[in-house]
């Protein structure tokens, strides 16, 4: 079973950057889109930004500007460089990727948590 490692997450002060990263533990094939979500204390989980097996890039409104999402299907990793950190954008991040297979196939991280605190 491939699992999603993620790592990077920590504390860091307003203004700050932090690079997320989420590796499988195996290879994933015929990779349709992989995602970065995250859920803020009492909020429902949000889609943070995506990439698609196009290199098409999609952000939330609130991330646009300072966040970037890369992705290497080969390797089956996905990064988030996330600069000029807000302490809204305190929240556990969690990587998805998902497959071209009907119905598609998803595989999760286990979430990291990002502080924004001065």
């Known amino acids: 079973q491939v699992q999603l490692v993620e790592s990077g997450g920590g504390l860091v002060q307003p203004g700050g950057s932090l690079r997320l990263s989420c590796a499988a533990s195996?290879?994933?094939?015929?990779?349709?889109?992989m995602v970065w979500y995250r859920q803020r204390q009492g909020k429902q989980r949000e889609l943070v930004a995506a990439?698609?097996?196009?290199?098409?890039?999609v952000y939330a409104n609130s991330v646009k500007g300072r966040f970037t999402i890369s992705g290497d299907n080969a390797k089956s990793t996905v990064d988030l460089q996330m600069n000029s950190l807000k302490p809204e954008d305190t929240a556990v991040y969690y990587c998805?990727?998902?497959?071209?297979?009907?119905?598609?196939?998803?595989?999760w991280g286990q979430g990291t948590q990002v502080i924004v605190s001065s």
């Open positions: 998805k990727i998902s497959t071209a297979e009907i119905p598609p196939h998803e595989y």
């Open positions: 990439i698609t097996s196009d290199s098409s890039r």
């Open positions: 195996g290879s994933i094939f015929n990779i349709k889109a």
